[in-house]
Every structure is written in C-alpha cells, then in structure tokens.
C-alpha cells in the first residue's frame, strides 16, 4: 500500500465499508456493546489496516461513533464514548463460548434450527394523517415499539400551540413485516446449549426446521419485572447457510486408487465393497450389495425421485440390526438411528413440544436428515398410525404439519432403510409374501423398490462359516479392507456422481419390467408396480456410481436384473416366465395360481382350452379334488374378474 494512503483514507475507506457491510449491526448496537471487527477479509481491509496497525482501532471507533451520530443524532455519540471494539481474525464462535463480555455485542455463530413458534407481525412504519392539512408523516418503528395514537402535525400553519393539529395513526395504511422467534441448538455436541432468537423481516421465509445456519446476531438479555435476572435472546441481523456437517472427502490420491481398482467391477464389489461393509458379518452379499445401492442413490427420474428406499424383512439372528447399524454410525453422512417401537410420527415428521411453557415446532429425523438417510430397526413393531404417517410423506416427497397455528411444507429427500421381522417372527414358506410381511401396511410396502427376505434355515455349510467368523472375529477382531472413515468419504464422492442413461438402456430396462410384471405370482405376491420399474433404472444408475463409471451399459443393467431377481427369489417369488410357485409340498401356493397352471398345461396350440378340460383337471388337484362345487364357484370367479373369457364355441382363453 502507497505511503499517500493516510489515515484520512482509512477513514474514509472504513465508513464505506462500514456502511455497506455492518450498518445492521451498528444500528443494534448499545452503548454497553462491543464491535467486532474481522481484520482477514477482505483484502482492501487488510491492506488498510497494515497501513497503521497500533491507531487502526482508533480510527475504527472514530467511523463507528461517526455512523451513529448520522444515524441516532448527534447527541448520542457522547453516550457511546464506552463502545468497545475487538479486532478479531475470524469472529465465529461457538454458543458455549459466550461470555459476558458478548452479552449486548454482535456475535457470529453455528447453529441448527431445532424449533419454532408460529410467525407474528408487527408495524415497521407507522402511518400517521393530518385531518386538517391533509399531510402524511410515516414514522419507523421497531418490534417492540408500541404506535402512538397521534403525534403532533408540524405541517400545520397554526402557531398556537392550543390550536395544534394532531395527525391520525391509522394501521391498516401502515406497512408491516414479520417478526418469529426460533429455538436454536449447538450442533455436533454432547451438551449443547440452545437459546431462543428472534428474526425478522425476510430472514423469517430463510428458516426451515432441522437446518444448519451460521447467525450473525446480537445476544440480548430481556430482564423479568422486579428481578435482576433475564433470559438471552439473540437478535438476528442476518443468516448464512451451511453445509450440513464437515463432509468425509478422499484426496486425489485416494480418488486415483479406488478408481484404478474399480476398473474390474466384480472383483472390486467382490474383494473390496462388500468385505468391508459391516465386516463383523459372514455372507450377506446381497444385503449389503442393495444396503450401498441405497446409500448412494439413483437419479431423478421425471418425479420420481434418486432415492432407493430398502427393506430387510428378516427372522431373528440374521444380521439385520447389525448391518443396519453399521450403516448409521459409520457410512451415513447424514441420518438417524431409530428403534421403531419408540418412533413417533412427531419424532418422524413434525411434532409440538413444550419449552419454557410454550408450544414450539420441533422438526423430525426426516425433516432434520433431508437429504440424507433414516434407518429404522423393527419396523413392524412401530404403532401403526405412526407408520402409516410415512406413507402420504415418502409418496409426495412433502412433510407436511398444520394444526395449532403452524402451517408448514418441506419437500423431503431423505431415504428411509428398514428392517422388520416376518409376521410371528419368523418367515413362514406356506404363507404368501404380503401375509408374512404383516402387520406392515400395504401402501408402505409399496414405497421400498427393494425388499429382502432373510431367512434363518439350517445349512451346515453356511452355519460353520458363521459360527466360524464369529469366533474369529472374538479372537482377531476383523479389520476392513476400507477404513469406515474413506469408505464413507466413497460413498459421499459416488453419491455425486451423475451418470448417463442412455435411451437404448432406458427401454431396455423398461421391457424388463414389462417382462417382471408378466411373470406368474399367487394372489398376495408383493406387487410389482412403476415404482419398482424405476428402481430397476435407479439400481443401475447407483451400481454405475458406485464403480465411478460415466455410463448406464448393458453389462450394469443385466447385472441389476440378476440382483433384482435375487432378492423377488428371497421373498419366494416367481422370476422366469413359465415357472409356478409351489409350496413345500410341490402344489400351486394358492387357488389362483394353481388355477393358471392348470390352463396352461390343457390349453392347445392357439392358448384356447374348455371349460370341461379343465375341470377334469381341477378334480385332480388338491385345491379342488373332490369338491366340484367348488371347482365350478372358482371357475365362475375367474371369468367374473377377465381372467379367462369365452371366445366361441365353448372354448376360452386366458385375458
């Protein structure tokens, strides 16, 4: 900096600054207060202050006092001969570091938004009319100033001060803003401190539950009648976001490794991504395969939206809780751990909670993880109206809540990964796969695109290598091949990867869908719908992500299909055309499905059969052997609801 640049410059440099940066701040200010004031940045304020560093916080104060003397009148400057100023590097803090010298001063802090009341109003400029001259007088208020009735009309000629005219306060003419109070809380800490602060004007539209903010403010204490004790509450002057934690990142180095090994897809699933998810667990390669699917998502698809929701519907002793767990508390970057008996649709979604006797709007763990994930362990055993609260929530994407005086809509991006034990915990082969999944609502089973059963079967092969990894992990506890702080820092790379999904890929999982919902199932089957249609396409997308390839191929979309199989296979489903489920027994599962083989085994060249046909056939299986009657009630049925029609002549065909 020029030598010329003297303290005259400073000053005026600073009083430009001053009054484009920090008016807010300077107006709120008392004079008990202390300014802070950042030396760092930007660089014009660096380069002023190493001009004269030792009277630099002189001529700071002189501009300050200058600035409230044009704005709060001459007389007060006097009054703030005391203003302290702090020079500081970087004025951020965290709220438990508040001492008494903030108290009064502006102060610049993180914090999460945990709560709120519902928004007020109040008169900004008060509008005041004279009923004899006709003169408008607008008048600036504050939120806590109380309008006169009238003031005095300086515009009126009359100089007998009896004969002065009063102008009119009419508040319907006056402009109004919005003025809210909101719960804030210390994040990412065992004790955090939470305080009340108040905002206003357009900083109230800027506020959503369960977000982090960094807060410019003014920490106030507002003093009960006859006590010399008050509550803080912070006055905010303005509002940044921020990321919603310290994100895990990989070096270029790290990137460049992981790259190279994935270059070989199987083999990097195989060796490196599956051993090291949850590696306390011998097998369960398909579970965590569709576990990391889910972690990293798909991509939005018209308005369906990236995030593949999955559900492990498991007996006891499978490894549901610890594979769900390890995914909470070591590869989520965002998310919750919820135990599903103590869940709540308030704990959920939105919910009243009382603090220092007001009712205040708390944001749940899919409002406060938007964008992030919500793993909920023993599902079924929630209360189901709590549950079913989540249906409305992961089919429209909004969390909605209006009672009370609250009105709010969040659009919602979180995931939701589940597990559940099978109806009388244990899964039943006789009993059809929505039978087995009760007491889960069918409309929530229809928002997972993916759903695994893990049934607990004795296999020797398989029991000696768990009780075997067991004991070893006892004796040497097992080490991933990914530390769960880089594969976490992965997954968060992939997540924002973007690859392209070319038309040709597009119809040819959408045929492969077409196909699935082709396929043979019992009456109660899980319903294959658009939403698993999409997760096809959303499945490919996630495995592209996860292997850092640019392109949707071939060879991913075949590799989808056979994963996909897999898990309809789990739940005992029908996967190839042409082939029936059966039960233990080697008969159809259920009348339906039992009645379609039939058709199919009598049925000539052109798919055509009669009615005698196949009750002939149905007198020999054991749904209907012996029972004609019943044979010719279930015939009729069929035909009543298109599934077999006449065509001429006594001969039928399937719809």
Known sequence: MALEKTKA?????????????????????????????????????????????????????????????????????????????????SRLIKLSEITDSSINSPILFDCSIIGMEPRE?????????CGACGQVEW???????????????????????????????????????????????????????????????????????GIKKRILGVLRTQY??????????????????????????????????????????????KEYLIPSTASQLEG????????????????????????INVLYAGDPSTGKSELLKFASFNLIQKGAYIDGPNASTAGLLYGLDEYEGKKILRAGAFVVNNGGHVVIDEFDKMNPIHRSSLNSTLGSGIAKYDKNGHNIETKIRTTLIAGCN??????????????????????????????????DKPHRDRDTRIIEHI????????????????????????????????KDMEQYLAKTYVDFRQLEQDEKSLPIKTRQG????????????????????????????????????????????????????????????????????VANEQGRFTEQQVKIAMDQNPHWKGKPDHAHVFWVKMERESIIHHVKDGWYERV
């Open 471 to 502: 004991l070893k992990n006892f004796r040497d506890p097992n080490t991933a091949i990914i530390p769960p702080k880089i594969f976490k820092a992965i997954l968060n790379h992939c997540r924002k990867r973007d690859p392209i999904l070319s």
């Open 9 to 89: 410059y400073v000053f005026d440099t600073l009083i430009k600054f001053l009054r484009e940066k920090h008016l807010d701040e300077i107006d709120s200010l008392l004079p008990s207060s202390t300014f802070s004031f950042t030396i760092a940045d930007p660089v014009e304020i660096q380069d002023i202050f190493l001009i004269d560093p030792e009277g630099f916080e002189s001529t700071l104060r002189q501009a300050i006092l200058g600035l409230i003397a044009e704005r709060k009148g001459q007389t007060s400057k006097q009054s703030y001969s005391t203003l302290k100023i702090n020079l500081v590097d």
């Open 422 to 455: 099978p109806n009388n915990e244990s899964w039943n082969d006789s009993l059809s796969v929505m039978d087995n999944l009760a007491p889960l609502e069918e409309p929530i089973i229809n928002k997972f695109a993916v759903i695994i059963c893990q049934k």
């Open 121 to 129: 109003s109040y008169i900004e400029k008060a509008h005041y009319q």
């Open 534 to 601: 999409i997760g096809l396409i959303q499945l490919s997308v996630a495995y592209a992500k996860l292997t850092f390839q640019d392109t949707v191929t071939k060879e991913i979309a075949d590799k989808i299909i056979n994963l996909y199989k897999e898990t309809l296979k789990s739940l005992g489903m029908n996967t190839e055309l042409g082939i029936v489920q059966t039960n233990l027994h080697g008969t159809a599962k259920d009348h339906k499905t039992a009645f379609l083989e039939i058709i199919r085994a």
């Open 139 to 209: 008048v600036d208020l504050t939120k806590d100033d109380l309008p006169k009735a009238s003031i005095v009309c300086v515009h009126c000629q009359k100089t007998d001060s009896k004969d002065h005219k009063m102008m009119t306060f009419y508040d319907y003419k006056s402009k109004q803003n919005f003025v809210q109070k909101i719960l804030i809380q210390e994040p990412e800490t065992n004790n955090p401190l939470i305080l009340w602060a108040e905002i206003t004007k357009e900083t109230v539209g800027q506020i959503e539950l």
């Open 224 to 269: 009960k009648k006859e006590t010399n004790r008050g509550k803080f509450l912070i006055n905010v002057l303005s509002l940044q976001s921020l990321e919603d934690m310290k994100e895990a990142t990989l070096t270029e180095d790290e990137l460049n490794y992981y790259k190279e090994l994935a270059k070989n897809p199987d083999e990097y699933f």
């Open 284 to 307: 369960n390669e398909l579970e965590k395969t569709f576990l990391l699917f889910a972690l990293v998502g798909g991509s939005d698809i018209g308005t369906y939206k990236s995030e």
